[in-house]
């Protein structure tokens, strides 16, 4: 998997290139073996926010509508509990099977096996590529510095 490597101040990762990102720290990349769905999870700087996942739980069923926006879960960490959002349009596939007995592979593991759910349809328009996301991360990270983050 080729990654740009972004690193400011006490933060570094590396993204994957061929994944579409939303401004919202969450990463689509499409299924391989599914062709039109799509795998969705949090970046590296998400998952730093919220620290260690005990738990993700999903309120959308199976082949249910989402729209990007829209609340279909939540997830809490030992740091944080967030809603979880769609960054997606089309049908909820299903969640993540490995999250039911380890949560933590979402941040151990955040770009491969760690996604969270997964959706046929499209990404949402205001999803960026890899270098928009550097670039918002960029801007993020030295808003957060001047604020006293």
């Given amino acids: 998997m080729e990654t740009l490597r972004f690193k400011h101040a006490r933060f570094s990762a590396r993204l994957p290139v061929d994944f579409r990102y939303s401004l919202s720290h969450y990463w689509m990349s499409p299924d391989e073996e599914n062709p039109g769905v799509w795998r969705v999870g949090f970046t590296k700087f998400a998952t730093r926010m919220l620290g260690e996942l005990v738990e993700a ?38 969640g993540n099977p490995i999250l039911e007995e380890d949560a933590c592979i979402v941040k151990s593991s955040p770009y491969v096996d760690g996604w969270l759910y997964s959706v046929k349809g499209k990404p949402e328009e ?3 590529d890899v270098q928009g996301y550097h670039d918002h991360l960029t801007t993020l990270i030295n808003k957060m510095q001047e604020e006293g983050y």
């Fill in 57 to 94: 739980r999903f309120e959308v069923g199976e082949d249910g509508d989402v729209s990007s926006g829209m609340q279909i879960g939540y997830v809490e960490g030992f740091k944080a509990a967030s809603d979880l959002f769609s960054v997606m349009d089309g049908k909820f596939v299903g």
């Fill in 126 to 128: 205001t999803s960026v």
